[in-house]
Nanobody
Framework: QVQLEESGGGLVQTGGSLRLSCVASGSIFSIKAMGWYRQAPGKQRELVATITSGGTTNYADSVKGRFTISRDNAKNTVYLQMNTLKPDDTAVYYC????????????????WGQGTQVTVSS
């Protein structure tokens, strides 16, 4: 199995910064893409940012220019640097990974972490 573990969440004031980390472990051949999603109370889970193994990034419009996603392929780790945080950023942030499990086949499987709470006070 593959496990994803997030860290770095916490409570910050409006305008502050946080850096989230997610480490993937387990039976991994390679990780095609990793990303961050978030879910606020009473709302659906939404995409925040994704990054491929080649470094191609994608951001939600609501975080573009404020958040930066990066990864260390050798460590199977993805980061989310969050700057200029707003109360609307308050949510549980979930790490996601599209993982290739076998050296013989290119098929990938999708995994989720347990989430880390980010709270931005107004």
């Amino acid at each position: 199995q593959v496990q994803l573990e997030e860290s770095g969440g916490g409570l910050v004031q409006t305008g502050g910064s946080l850096r989230l980390s997610c480490v993937a472990s387990g039976s991994i051949f390679s990780i095609k893409a990793m990303g961050w999603y978030r879910q606020a109370p009473g709302k659906q889970r939404e995409l925040v940012a994704t990054i491929t193994s080649g470094g191609t990034t994608n951001y939600a419009d609501s975080v573009k220019g404020r958040f930066t996603i990066s990864r260390d392929n050798a460590k199977n780790t993805v980061y989310l640097q969050m700057n200029t945080l707003k109360p609307d950023d308050t949510a549980v942030y979930y790490c996601n990974a599209d993982v290739r499990l076998s050296a013989w086949y290119t098929q990938t499987s999708n995994y989720w972490g347990q989430g880390t709470q980010v709270t931005v006070s107004s």
